[in-house]
């Protein structure tokens, strides 16, 4: 029940970043991320069209619309790194080689933030890269209205560089509910009731104060107002204070993780 | 048999499995009652859509010249012109002003002769009108809908119209001289009803806009009718004729547009109504407003969903984490009927979580729609039932792909996360308003989602105009289409999972 130890640290970091990409199913699921986002944007990059000017489109929304489909891929390795080991009973041997607990969920978080944030980056300029290819048949020209897509335009650089981190806080708030509830199906369960049932819910609600509330709180629709780059005072809230309502959710399933971790038996 | 009753004890004495099932039914009702919690501030108390003879939303907003007539009788009148003014879309709701307007009349606008069983909105009726773009139809009770005449009328070619009440029978016919006449079709009316109101009608739905996400706009017709031939026995009540707006405004289908309202006024031997409204089942999309339809009651159903697929990928991937599955395999050899009995027993347990939080839901919807002065799609009880018991398939039918994919993929995580995202994804990305209406409809075709559609009790009629898209709540498939797709699903996997069970060791 120490406290961090530098050294302490990073020799569970090495542990568990061995344990992360030494199993199969990890790489590949980390594939799957990048083909995952940069596939699902490149389809919507081509299939939503612009037939004239002012159509009302939000253009980088729309080449990182695959974030929203593969977020489910970086909540799955998470859910694996601390569920897998409850399953296999690993999780044992992991607490006897280091009995600091918060350290193991500390070096957790830190290899898979760092694989998700590298990963990421190649899913994202994949997606920008597929968008400035194929936007443009798409109807998104200057004629239109619409530059070409690039990553040197302030906004576009922003919800880039945003959705990356969008995918490593969605990863750490998986991990987080995964070590709070242990069980990996049930864990996966929660995360995705977690992304998904704020949106859905919003569909439903007529009342337009709830609406927004709603939109204002979810961890996904909060999280990918990051993205947005027109009509930004429309929005029901701004794309960096929504992405710190991600980064919240994800810190307060990291520290319910972290407390269960240390007061439960594994 | 055996087999069967061993999956089910092993169902039911897992305590998990047993509180996440109950959980599921629980968890959907009171994500219900979340997504219609309100603040109680709606602005405008929504006045309750009345239902018509079929127990279905309608609207019943027209302008009517009418008398009663008790006992048989006839009316005859020749329509001469059906014109019109639309408001500018552009100052729709904001800048109002008699400037603001068009002359044009919406497909559906109508102006024709109605037998109607009384005064009240939602009564049964009968009607021979000509249309803005359809030629003349015969309608009754607010679903029918039937061809006669194509073309629109003018004063050299007038449309004439008739209705002929016998018994409890009215049959419509329409001319192009007054001489010969066709029989168009018959509707029939509650025999209860000894006076009806029959007489001249003028109706005209909003104009509708498929793009952009679809609005609506006010819209008015005028209808120009020569002179009226009465047979039968009809009231001799002093001026005969009376004109009433029937419904206060327009319903749901519009209002009227800036500068006018609905009258009517002698011109010779005929007459010039104008009115605004429809009379219509009402469907969903722009011209809905704010109101519930039964299908948001049934919103709950995502959280069951997720549960059960919880549920039934660990109720297979259970044995082979445990190793139970050596266990089951060497006392039921024939892999393919224990496969079976999971599926029947996930399945049987999934309709009656859906089912139940269906048959919950909306009730309890209601009131809650109610109480905060939301105005409700009421919809026939076939309908209702339908919606109930389709919760439960699709449920069942869910928990069925989510057992097979947990015998495909064996490892929990994935195939949850693969079946959640086949199902619930598509219908957030569908009707999350990024996609256009092509692509949206094309993934409520053939991804999973597709059985959501059971759940649809909007219906979509020819003589209605809306946008019939994902965007406002539209399945491109008809219920049991949608749930085949998914039933198609669910099929392929367990074909898929008994043969990869066959295959490889346990």
């Known amino acids: ?39 699902v944007g490149a389809a919507v990059s081509a299939n939503v069209p612009c037939p004239v000017a002012g159509c009302g489109q939000d253009q980088v929304r729309l080449s990182l619309a695959g974030v929203s489909v593969s977020q489910v891929l970086a909540a799955i390795t998470a859910v694996l790194l601390v569920g897998g080991e409850y399953g296999t009973g690993l999780i044992r041997t992991t607490l006897v080689a280091m009995p600091g607990r918060g350290t193991v969920l500390a070096a957790k978080a830190t290899v898979l933030g760092g694989a998700v944030l590298a990963v990421g980056s190649v899913a994202v300029l994949a997606s920008v890269l597929a968008g400035r290819l194929l936007l443009p048949g798409a109807g998104y020209t200057p004629a239109h209205g619409y530059a070409r897509l690039s990553l040197a335009d302030g906004p576009t650089l922003r919800a880039a560089a945003g959705s990356v981190l969008y995918l490593v806080l969605v990863a750490l708030l998986a ?13 996966v369960g929660v995360v995705l009731a977690l992304l998904y049932l704020f949106p859905l819910l919003g569909h439903v609600v007529t009342e337009p104060h709830l609406q927004r509330l709603l939109a204002q709180l979810g961890p996904m629709p909060a999280g990918l107002a990051i993205q947005a780059t027109a009509n930004l005072h429309h929005l029901p809230i701004g794309p960096w204070t929504g992405l710190g309502v991600l980064a919240l959710w994800a810190a307060i399933a990291l520290f319910l993780g972290g407390a269960i971790l240390r007061l439960r038996d594994a | 048999m055996r087999t069967l009753h061993a999956e089910w004890t092993k169902f039911r004495t897992v305590r998990g499995w047993v509180l996440g099932a109950v959980g599921a039914m629980l968890a959907s009702v009171l994500f219900l009652l979340v997504g219609t919690a309100s603040s109680n501030e709606h602005p405008q108390r929504a006045t309750a859509l009345s239902a018509g003879p079929g127990g279905g939303a309608v609207n019943d907003s027209f302008y009517f010249v009418h008398r009663a007539l008790s006992g048989d009788g006839g009316i005859t009148v020749p329509v001469t012109a059906l014109t019109g003014v639309l408001a500018d879309p552009a100052g729709a709701g904001t800048a109002g002003g008699p400037g603001g307007t068009t002359s044009g009349v919406t497909p559906w606008s109508k ?88 007489g001249l009608f003028v109706a005209a739905p909003a104009a509708v806009r498929a793009s952009g996400g679809g609005s609506s706009s006010p819209a008015t017709a005028t209808g120009s009718f020569g002179r009226v031939t009465l047979s039968g026995s009809w009231g001799q009540a002093a001026g005969g004729w009376q004109g009433l707006q029937v419904g206060d405004d327009a319903g749901t289908s519009g209002s009227y547009t800036p500068g006018t309202s609905g009258g009517w006024t002698t011109t010779g031997e005929g007459f010039t109504v104008t009115g605004a409204g429809d009379i219509a089942p009402v469907v969903g999309g722009p011209a809905l407003g704010p109101a519930f339809t039964v299908e948001t009651f049934l919103v709950g159903t995502f959280v069951g969903l997720i549960m059960l697929t919880v549920v039934a990928v660990q109720f297979v991937t259970a044995e082979y984490r445990r190793g139970l599955l050596g266990q089951t395999l060497a006392s039921t050899p024939h892999r393919g009927r224990m496969l079976l009995a999971k599926a029947a027993v996930v399945a049987t347990v999934a309709f009656a979580v859906g089912a139940a939080a269906a048959a919950v839901s909306i009730p309890l919807g209601e009131l809650r729609a109610r109480a905060t002065h939301f105005a409700v799609l009421t919809v026939p009880t076939a309908v209702q039932t339908r919606a109930v018991l389709g919760t439960g398939l699709l449920l069942a039918a869910t928990a069925v792909l989510s057992l097979a994919l947990g015998v495909v993929l064996r490892r929990s995580v994935t195939a949850i996360t693969a079946v959640v995202a086949a199902t619930v994804l598509p219908y957030l990305l569908a009707f999350g308003g990024m996609l256009p209406s092509g692509p949206a409809e094309w993934l409520l075709r053939l991804t999973p989602a597709a059985g959501f559609a059971v759940q649809q009790t909007l219906p979509r009629y020819d003589q209605v105009l809306t946008v019939y898209a994902p965007s406002s709540g539209y399945f491109p498939l008809s219920p049991w289409g949608g749930l085949a797709v998914l039933g198609v699903w669910s099929a392929l996997a367990l074909a898929a999972a008994t043969v990869l069970l066959r295959r490889r060791d346990a």
């Open chain 1, 175 to 187: 991990l987080g509910i995964a070590a709070a509830v242990r069980d990996a199906a049930v864990a």
């Open chain 2, 111 to 198: 102006a024709g002769i109605l037998v109607k069983q009384s005064l009240g909105q939602g009564s049964s009726y009968a009607a021979m009108t000509v249309t803005g773009a359809h030629g003349v139809r015969m309608q009754d009770d607010f679903t029918h809908d039937r061809a006669g005449l194509p073309g629109s009328p003018s004063t050299a070619e007038p449309r004439w119209l008739r209705l002929v009440r016998t018994g409890g029978t009215v049959t419509g016919y329409d001319s192009t001289d007054g001489e010969r006449w066709t029989e168009v079709g018959t509707a029939r009316l509650p025999e209860s009803a000894t006076t009806v109101q029959v």
């Open chain 1, 1 to 39: 029940m120490s406290g961090l130890h530098p050294a302490g640290f990073r020799r569970a970091c090495r542990a568990e970043w061995t344990k992360l990409h030494t199993e199969a199913g990890h790489g590949w699921l980390m594939v799957a991320l990048v083909l995952v986002t940069a596939g």
